[in-house]
């Protein structure tokens, strides 16, 4: 029942900007956009999130299109230890992870 | 400070044995989730608390399992009898704030293994 659709994969060169698209045609006006990841054998980490308006912290960068209808988040400056499953989350009632997207970042 | 502290780290048990995982929030935070991470499944909400009180126990797969959190710095996910297919990580995660938050943090989860 996930809103979003993410590509499986997606490979990236080290100290290159990472561009992880997002779709999620049916959001509410209400609804948040949130970013996680998961690097093997640890807890998802929050990235970060938005409603319109682009977004960015020390992480990384959110860019919601005018009609909300899809996202990207872009890593700046990717390192090999930005190597996970990036998951994308239109927030409803409750946080719901899909299956996310694996970035391989190669040196 | 401290993140969130699930114990233990690795279990390996028979099936129809108890099997009790253990969650310290962060200090503070008055919202407390249990995620469940399988290959098959994904991730999972399994239940979540706010200020101690269990608010939304759907995502409970059936009555083996049952959480409990008697106080602000400590929950329990128990499962009785435990059975091959709830072999699984287990992940804690807490917020801050008022109501359902997206911004979690999550323990390093507990890895269970049921024979």
């Known amino acids: 029942d996930a809103k979003t659709t993410q590509p499986p994969s997606m490979d990236c060169a080290e100290g290159r900007a990472a561009n992880l698209p997002c779709n999620h045609s049916?959001?509410?006006?209400?609804?948040?956009v949130y970013w996680y990841r998961q690097i093997h054998s640890q807890g998802p980490q929050y990235i970060i999130h938005?409603?319109?308006n682009n977004e960015t912290n020390e992480m990384a960068s959110l860019i919601i299109t005018e009609d909300r209808k899809s996202s990207t988040l872009i890593l700046p400056h990717a390192t090999l230890r930005d190597t996970a499953v990036y998951y994308c989350?239109?927030?409803?009632?409750?946080?719901?992870f899909g299956a996310g997207t694996t970035v391989t970042v190669r040196a | 400070d401290a993140g969130v502290i699930q114990s233990p780290r690795h279990e390996v048990t028979e099936m129809g044995q108890e099997v009790t995982l253990r969650c310290k929030p962060i200090?503070?935070?008055?919202?407390l989730f249990w995620y469940r991470q399988t290959m098959m499944r994904g991730l999972e909400l399994l239940i979540y608390?706010?200020?101690?009180?269990?608010?939304?126990d759907s995502g409970m797969p059936e009555d083996r399992f049952s959480a409990k959190m008697p106080n602000a710095s400590f929950s329990t996910l128990k499962i009785q009898p435990s059975e091959p297919r709830d072999s699984a990580v287990y992940f804690c995660?807490?917020?801050?704030?008022?109501?359902?938050?997206?911004?979690?943090?999550f323990g390093e989860g507990s890895r269970l293994t049921v024979l």
């Open positions: 200090s503070g935070h008055n919202s």
């Open positions: 989350i239109v927030l409803e009632h409750k946080l719901s």
């Open positions: 608390f706010n200020n101690n009180v269990p608010i939304d």
């Open positions: 049916t959001i509410s006006g209400n609804e948040y």
């Open positions: 995660a807490s917020s801050s704030g008022q109501g359902y938050t997206g911004e979690l943090f």
């Open positions: 938005g409603l319109k």
